[in-house]
């Protein structure tokens, strides 16, 4: 019997493959598709993607941001290189939307937001992700509550691991496992 290290390789090898390429990997017994995008946040600089649109008087006191309001319209890769990525090559799509600082206590925000594929295996098709992200926790997860194209009437869900947050750029990695609707 191999070890828990030996074990441990083959799925090490596996997730490094596939954060490389924006590839589908379906479950052959429930249709459940996982792959991987980073979702590049760009809030500072000459080109930010994430602009806030809306305040409430007590913002700017908040440790949380509470009452912050972001739009955003942010690459979304399959890579998670930080420097300049928000123009690389490899962007596959955009996570447009909004999210919305709703949370007193600690770093937590409403995510509402579309990821349009714009090249790709899913060129065409979106999804919409909507749910609490805790920005501070090590893994967020999140539902997908729909799609169009490859995607219409998807259900599933995201976890989100932050990458980096730097430099006027957060970069977080977003697991997608989605299952879209039977065909007729």
């Given at each position: ?8 390789l ?13 590839a ?14 980073y979702?590049?946040?760009?809030f ?5 993607t ?6 409430a ?17 942010d ?13 690389s ?9 909004t ?5 007193q206590?600690t770093?937590g ?7 349009v ?9 979106g999804?919409t992700?909507?749910g609490?992200?805790?920005v ?9 509550v ?6 219409r ?6 976890e ?13 990695e977003?697991?997608v496992f ?7």
């Amino acid at each position: 019997m191999a070890g828990p290290k030996a074990a441990l390789l083959p799925l090490l090898c596996a997730a490094a493959a596939a954060a490389m390429l924006l590839a589908p990997s379906a479950a052959a017994d429930d249709g459940l598709t996982k792959f991987k995008v980073y979702w590049h946040d760009v809030f500072g600089g000459k080109s930010p993607t994430a602009i806030r649109i809306a305040q409430a008087a007590s913002t700017n006191s908040s440790s949380t941001f509470f009452g912050a309001v972001v739009a955003i319209d942010d690459p979304l890769t399959t890579t998670s290189a930080v420097a300049g990525s928000a123009r690389s090559k490899d962007e596959v799509g955009r996570a447009q939307g909004t999210y919305t600082f709703a949370d007193q206590r600690t770093i937590g925000c409403l995510m509402n937001m579309n990821f349009v594929f714009t090249a790709g295996d899913y060129k065409g098709s979106g999804l919409t992700i909507y749910g609490r992200n805790e920005v501070l926790t090590a893994v967020r997860e999140m539902s997908i509550v729909g799609g169009t194209g490859k995607f219409r009437m998807a259900r599933g869900y995201v976890e989100a691991r932050t990458i980096s947050n730097d430099n006027g750029e957060s970069v977080v990695e977003y697991t997608v496992f989605v299952k879209p609707a039977a065909a007729a």
